[in-house]
């Protein structure tokens, strides 16, 4: 099985601050990788797929890159409502697996 | 306008069996592989299971195999996910999704718990 390792877990930021977030993968999967956000109660939305991909209606400042085993999503200037829980998602083999998350707080 | 609607959420006890339906309208159901993906109170996302279009192809997680099917009915538009003998740590939020998982629904809780 592919493991998808996420980091920070969590992360405190300001409106206006540049925000990254990383996965790695166990083994290459190409650009095969989707990132979601999800507010609570909710269920998750995508904002990028194929790794650099971005969904149509996601805000521009969002954006994703990498190839292989390592991906970045970046928030080019958080908004008040970016803060959620993120989630990268492997989607290049069976069992599908995602990331453990990484919840964006207002600091 | 897309949307999936997920039903058949409730508390049963430990051993007990459920069966979840997501019901789809707004894109061509048949020509769509489907997904189930769960998540655990204050827990992240887990995949379950995956069906292909004709059914041909089915997935499950390790932890629900043997234990959970994945079923579709092309002509209804609607997704199933029978579970057996259910576990205390199957309770969870269940949510239906497809389109390389760019569409999702809203999902249905399930309690297992005596």
């Known amino acids: 099985d592919i493991q998808m390792t996420q980091s920070p877990s969590s992360l405190s930021a300001s409106v206006g601050d540049r925000v990254t977030i990383t996965c790695r993968a166990s083994q290459g999967i190409r650009n095969d990788l989707g990132w979601y956000q999800q507010k609570l109660g909710k269920a998750p939305k995508r904002l990028i797929y194929?790794?650099?991909s971005l969904q149509s209606g996601v805000p521009s400042r969002f954006s994703g890159s990498g190839s292989g085993t390592e991906f970045t999503l970046t928030i080019s200037s958080l908004q008040p409502e970016d803060f959620a829980t993120y989630y990268c998602?492997?989607?290049?083999?069976?069992?599908?697996?995602f990331g453990q998350g990484t919840k964006v707080e207002i600091k | 306008e897309v949307q999936l609607v997920e039903s058949g959420g409730g508390l049963v006890q430990p051993g007990g069996s459920l069966r979840l339906s997501c019901a789809a309208s707004?894109?061509?159901?048949?020509?769509?592989?489907m997904n189930w993906v769960r998540q655990a109170p204050g827990k992240g996302l887990e995949w379950v299971s995956y069906?292909?279009?004709?059914?041909?192809?089915?997935y499950y997680a390790d932890s629900v195999k043997g234990r959970f099917t994945i079923s579709r009915d092309n002509a209804k538009n609607s997704l199933y996910l029978q579970m057996n003998s259910l576990r205390d740590e199957d309770t969870a939020v269940y949510y239906c999704?497809?389109?390389?998982?760019?569409?999702w629904g809203q999902g249905t809780l399930v309690t297992v718990s005596s």
């Open positions: 707004g894109f061509t159901f048949s020509t769509y592989s």
């Open positions: 998602l492997q989607n290049n083999s069976y069992p599908r697996t």
């Open positions: 999704a497809y389109g390389g998982y760019g569409y």
């Open positions: 069906i292909s279009s004709s059914s041909s192809t089915i």
């Open positions: 194929a790794a650099s």
